[in-house]
Nanobody, 125 residues
Framework: VQLQASGGGLVQAGDSLRLSCAAS????????MGWFRQAPGKEREFVAGISSSGGSSQYADSVKGRFTISRDNNQNTLYLRMNSLKPEDTAVYYC???????????????????WGQGTLVTVSS
């Protein structure tokens, strides 16, 4: 599986964006997936994760209530809807995937073995 993230850009505080992560090579139906972000000078951090079927999801406390992760397995695409963006959301956002034969959400960086190239989100105040 190869992942291609897109949808980043420069927005103002309070605006919304939707990131997409398109997969190619294999169906995503058996992959847990997630979004991570990395701000300049900081470590990559978990943002949101979703189980292979889409039935379960988890969020970092910092984005809970503002971001929504979703997936369309028929379209082989993962999404991250980001509302009420804040300057502290500024980062490169990465999508990630891991094949797993269970309906679980993975929240740790080290457990993902497939990564997209990242898309930059910049939120101005």
């Amino acid at each position: 599986v190869q992942l291609q993230a897109s949808g980043g850009g420069l927005v103002q505080a309070g605006d919304s964006l939707r990131l997409s992560c398109a997969a190619s090579g294999r169906t995503l139906s058996f992959y847990a997936m997630g979004w991570f972000r990395q701000a300049p000078g900081k470590e990559r951090e978990f943002v949101a994760g979703i189980s292979s079927s889409g039935g379960s999801s988890q969020y970092a406390d910092s984005v809970k209530g503002r971001f929504t992760i979703s997936r369309d397995n028929n379209q082989n695409t993962l999404y991250l809807r980001m509302n009420s963006l804040k300057p502290e959301d500024t980062a490169v956002y990465y999508c990630a995937a891991r094949w797993i034969d269970a309906a679980v959400v993975i929240t740790t960086t080290s457990r993902y073995d497939i990564w997209g190239q990242g898309t930059l989100v910049t939120v101005s105040s």
